[in-house]
């Protein structure tokens, strides 16, 4: 195989992503595995970790990974299936600084991919691209690379539970859709000291019960049954591959992430006066109120954990939070997203007072607001509206383009940009009241429509929306 059969669309913003086995197969991925190799190489990188997540295609495609980084001149770790978090945890515990992770994350069954990690920096945009740039030019080493397998199923757990105890038991339903996290957030949980209710947490790749994404209402509805009839203190959902979290109350109530970066943000600055924390552009008005009122410094940032991790380092940020569920601690930790080790921070807290997670959320009530709503519009043309879009006038709103537009008011905001894994626009709204939502809500109509006169945003996207676990995604289409 050559650079001319392999699929330039599968290099994304974020990692690299194609369905199995038409765009990413046994031969393609040890040309990818070449050039990552190759890269790694120029950037003074010996040696890298490999694991993958427990799709049906990954074995296969994590031994040609490292046939084509072996071939390219560099050492391997072979670390089996493992979580994302525990490859990025082995590349700081094995010294290597690389590292490179078969997952598909929480897209379907038939979806895989590669995150990459060389040096301690994670590839995003034009560094993903470059990969691909790499193969096209021909510019590949030649090698024979060490191969060698480690065992962190025990140092992993073991570093996340450092000065980390309960202070009170706690019953907790933990739902993994089946998904590569499951065995081990069990063991870890139960080792913490909670009684764990598994939910799916057996590795399946096929995804039999629910899809492995925590960040669609649907995928929760059997976690919030069994936390409801068992009675237990929590709900905790990962996605497939480990690196998201989401929370269901002792009631049932989905915790938005907002309400959940909102708790960790406090937490820190409680004990770190004046504090930086990044956040992406689709969090809450909430989020930055409480960081200035607590007197830290808020960092509004492009989304994607790629984006956010690379930020934090820049900035030297000590935590991070994404709208989707990812969850960065640099504090006491290695500033990596990381579903795991967030559980285990947010029990915790939860342990450490007699608070029901219902109480403790009580205090970041969610404003209205939309659901996401995805616009579907070809990749060729998302990123030409977004461009158009931004040309418009907003005042007296102030603008922020640092990933598409955050269109902010006084007493509300909208976010829209261009979706850097599918051919779609994603699309925010929030507002201090519901009057004010959907005022928003047909201002942003009318200034959508001088750009795309066929749009229709749905009927749902301007009621008010302070139930989460009514949460649903919701698209439009552009005819």
Known sequence: MNGQDLNPT??????????YPQSLNAASTTLIGRAIGSEALARHQQSICVGYDGRLSSPELSDALIAGLRQSGVDVINLGMVPTPALYFATHALNT???VMVTGSHNPAEYNGFKIMLGGHTLSGDEITGIYQRIANGQLTEGS????????????????????QLSRPLKVVVDCGNGVPGPWIVRLLERFGCEVLPLYCDVDGRFPNHHPDPEKAENLLDLISKVRESAADIGLALDGDGDRLAVVSNSGKIITPDQLICLFSQDLLLRHPGAEIVYDVKCSLNLPLLINKLGGKGDMWRCGHSMIKNRMRQTQAMFGGEFSGHLFFAEQWYGFDDGLYAAVRFLQLLSSGDKTADQLFSQFPPLPSTPMINIAISDEDKFRIIEQFSQLDFFPARVCHVDGLRV??????????????????????????????QKISQLLQQKLQQVMPDLQIPELAVTNYTNPTDRDDTHATVT
């Open 10 to 19: 599968i290099f994304r913003a974020y990692d690299i992503r194609g369905t």
């Open 97 to 99: 600084g690389s590292g």
């Open 145 to 164: 690379g060490a191969l060698h397998s480690e065992d962190i199923s025990e140092s992993y757990p073991d570093r996340i539970l450092v000065d980390r």
């Open 408 to 437: 902010e008011y006084n007493d509300g905001w909208f976010g829209i940009r261009p979706s850097n894994t599918t051919p779609m626009l994603t699309l925010r709204i929030e507002a201090l009241s519901v009057a004010a939502l």
